[in-house]
């Protein structure tokens, strides 16, 4: 098969590897669609690497036993590669499992472990299927374009009496858009890029401020009666957007994190969380549970294609990573067979 490779300093291409087999009650899924993510950082840092990506859909093509899928059905491949076992695992909520499969000493290689490639190995528990009448393209957004934020916004329960902050409007905070409007809440964004910027309104902002701004909060509280949002979601990953989130929510207000940061974020006790009486969360994904309501966003929302900003052959991958470096997209789709 072949599957992307970072070749050097914003240099990828193509590789040609071994077809991966499946094994007990894993399945073969050949990718149909793989949104990109992060791989972008690889790739502007010449971080040499052939296993690039965590997003797919696709179509089972061999499976090793009778499992939970069979040839032909049309699937999501969810995220890592969870032990199945585990009380977290079996609640739905594999992504925090931490018990996850050593994938190259279970499969005997590593091939078939990345996304942005012809086919990928999964256990079939992890492949639900695709309802009838929803696009391959259209059923990726169920990966990182709209799931972390789902996760988050089911966590803190937002609806149509909601205004909402959201900080950050890449292909992540951007979904955070489309899910927030799609149950009724008012948004407001906080985002400088100016493609973003222009992107967050198509998709419903009613305000985007400049996170720049020195009075960027007040600005924010103006827009809520004096008072605060009534909840925030951080999908930028800095500090300082942290605190935004912190200083422009009302008292007994929630916060859920969800842009990845491993950088140290100050609060004050008594301040930021015991006078205030906030709740802060941190969401990596949904419940598996979740995967129907997922769906009924993807059916139902008039927004779902213009989150889709670039579809590219996966031939064209050079071309597909410096769009995806430029930030000017939201998801970018590769297709891997053509
Ligand atoms: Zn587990
Ligand atoms: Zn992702």
């Not at 374009?145 to 909402?164: C, I, S």
């Not at 902050?165 to 899910?179: F, K, M, R, S, W």
Request: glycine share 8%.
């Amino acid at each position: 098969m072949k599957k992307v490779a970072i070749l050097g300093k914003c240099k990828a291409g193509l590789v040609e590897v071994p077809d991966p087999k499946p094994k007990e009650d894993w399945a073969l899924v050949k990718v149909q669609a793989a949104p990109m993510c992060t791989e972008y950082k690889a790739f502007l840092a010449g971080k040499k690497t052939e296993y690039l990506g965590h997003e797919a859909v696709g179509e089972v093509v061999e499976v090793a036993q009778p499992c939970k899928v069979k040839v032909g059905d049309r699937v999501v491949v969810m995220p890592q590669y969870p032990c199945g076992k585990c009380q977290l695992c079996i609640s739905g909520d594999y992504i925090h499992c931490e018990n996850s499969y050593n994938f190259a000493k279970f499969i005997g290689s590593r091939e078939g472990s990345a996304t942005m490639a012809q086919y990928i190995l999964k256990p079939s528990w992890l492949l639900p299927l695709i309802p009838d009448g929803i696009s391959y393209e259209h059923a990726s957004l169920a990966l990182c374009a709209l799931g972390p934020t789902f996760g988050a916004l089911n966590l803190m329960n937002v609806g149509p009496f909601d205004t909402m902050l959201i900080t950050g409007a890449g292909a992540v905070g951007l979904g955070g858009v489309v899910n927030a409007r799609f149950r009724g809440a008012r948004v407001i964004v906080a985002e400088f890029h100016p493609w973003r910027v222009k992107k967050a309104r198509e998709l419903g902002a009613e305000v985007v401020v400049d996170p720049r701004d020195e009075g960027c909060a007040n600005q924010i509280k103006s827009l809520t009666n004096g008072i605060g949002v009534d909840k925030a979601m951080d999908c930028s990953g800095t500090v300082k957007a942290h605190r935004l989130c912190i200083d422009a929510t009302r008292r007994k207000g929630h916060i859920t994190f969800v842009g990845e940061c491993s950088e140290e974020t100050p609060i004050r006790i008594s301040p930021d969380m015991i006078r205030k009486g906030l709740t802060l969360h941190g969401s990596w994904h949904y419940n598996l549970s979740l995967f129907p309501d997922v769906m009924k966003v993807i059916r139902n929302s008039p927004l779902i294609d213009k989150l889709m900003s670039h579809v590219f052959p996966m031939s064209k991958i050079q071309e597909a990573f410096e769009v995806s470096a430029s930030h000017d997209c939201a998801k970018i789709i590769l297709k891997p067979w053509e």
